[in-house]
């Protein structure tokens, strides 16, 4: 008699593997149907979300000569770099994986000066303000750098970055954007994902307002735009932007001359020495048709907003969205940090639904307080600046440790409260 082949399985394994697969399907559908929240958020998750883009430390390096290699190379903001996209592109090529999602990837760049702060609680407030950053960006997957150095020794104050940004595109070519914050900038909604599908045909984007950048020159202010915040799209435009931006600046050997010349342009300019944003805007008026088509002028959100108009709003801004909540459970739901994200869109797609207008502000920056040295815009009151951008920070926190537990339930305060089931359907223990 032939021996069985233990190999050969019987002919009604296959339709019982696939009765199986079936039923799995069927019962998995209708579990997950059972909550269309859930259902929505596991299918959408499952097929769209990206990969994390976060790179690792042990990426081997090429061979193959790069750019890296030219003696000639100059890290210095005063030595032009030529040919940048070429060379970038060709780094990438040699590194796969890193050029994998690269057309995505933000290095976020901030930064202080090299000494200690004047002001007595500056360094508290510049350390709370780093956190802020560091919190956005693990939220959103994004890399940070900070910088405390004058990498050129007349760039200093709101000209040190130019150097670093540049720098920074050298540094970290699979980033395609750099995207610089002041460090008196605070994000107010961790939620908040930069568009930067709609920034696609741009290689520099900054918050501010056509008609007074390009406007009636004869009449122009130097807050057309605000150069505290800006993205640049790591290529060889940028590269050319910042060289002769930094022209303008301590740089110059007609530094002053530009200064009286900036004053002429801005009637409302308070200083006679040049500074990066009204340099920046008298370039993108005087070189319009060099600069105008990549440079995307924001004000359709707020990339930043001013202070003054926003910290009083936190409270009521805050009791809007805990309405959202009450209303939408799925958007309460308890979550990880890392499915924030994912969160933010639901509660997005939730506000466009409702037509709900009233939002937290992207981002607080307290220009003019001067946390750090203490000399703030002489029209403030010194101690209103702090006290409002511990507000701010605290405001800002409260959306990140929210997800591990615990809420600040008054601003003034950084004493937390632990965060019951179902908030805010019940109140703070």
């Not at 599908?197 to 009449?219: A, C, L, Q």
């Not at 050997?253 to 004053?263: N, Q, S, T």
Request: proline fraction near 6%.
């Amino acid at each position: 008699m032939a021996k069985p082949n233990p190999r050969k399985k019987p002919a009604c394994s296959h339709g019982l593997l696939l009765l199986s697969a079936t039923l799995f399907v069927l019962l998995l559908i209708w579990t997950l149907s059972s909550n269309r929240f859930h259902l929505a958020r596991f299918l959408h998750s499952y097929l769209t979300d990206p990969i994390d883009k976060t790179i690792s430390n042990g990426v081997p390096d090429s061979p193959d000569k790069t750019f890296y290699d030219d003696p000639e190379l100059s890290y210095s903001i005063e030595k032009p770099l030529k040919n940048w996209d070429e060379k970038r592109r060709k780094w990438l090529q040699l590194h796969p994986s890193l050029a994998a999602g690269a057309q995505d990837r933000i290095l976020l760049v901030t930064g202080s000066q090299p000494s200690p702060c004047k002001n007595r609680i500056g360094d508290h407030l510049l350390l709370r303000a780093f956190k802020n950053k560091v919190d956005y960006c693990r939220i959103h997957g994004h890399v940070i750098l900070y910088n405390n150095l004058y990498l050129h020794p007349k760039m200093d104050s709101y000209w040190a970055k130019i150097p670093i940004i540049r720098a920074s595109m050298l540094a970290h070519p699979e980033v395609e954007w750099i995207w610089w914050v002041d460090a008196d900038a605070i994000f107010t909604d961790m939620e908040f994902k930069l568009p930067i599908e709609k920034y696609r045909n741009h290689n520099m984007v900054v918050h501010g307002w056509p008609k007074m950048v390009y406007g009636d020159k004869h009449n122009k202010s130097w807050t057309g735009l605000n150069a505290g915040l800006l993205l640049l799209r790591n290529c060889q435009w940028s590269m050319d932007l910042m060289k002769e931006w930094a022209k303008m600046g301590p740089i110059s050997a007609h530094y002053e001359k530009w200064g009286k010349i900036l004053k002429s342009a801005f009637k409302d300019k308070p200083f006679p020495l040049p500074d990066d944003q009204s340099s920046l805007i008298y370039l993108l008026f005087t070189e319009r048709e060099r600069w105008e088509e990549k440079t995307y002028l924001e004000w359709e959100y707020d990339l930043e907003a001013y202070w003054v108009g926003v910290v009083e709003g936190y409270e009521e801004v805050g009791e809007e969205y805990k309405e959202m909540e009450e209303e939408e459970k799925g958007l309460r739901r308890r979550h990880s940090e890392k499915e924030s994200a994912w969160y933010g869109r639901q509660r997005e797609d939730y506000m466009k639904r409702k037509g709900v207008k009233k939002r937290r502000a992207f981002m607080t920056h307290f220009t003019g307080c001067q946390p750090c040295s203490g000399d703030h815009n002489p029209s403030y009151d010194g101690e209103k600046c702090w006290k409002e951008m511990e507000r701010a920070l605290n405001f800002g926190d409260n959306q990140v440790i929210r997800n591990y537990g615990y809420i600040h339930n008054d601003l003034h305060t950084s004493s937390v409260s632990l965060v019951p089931y179902d908030y805010p359907w019940f109140d703070l223990y």
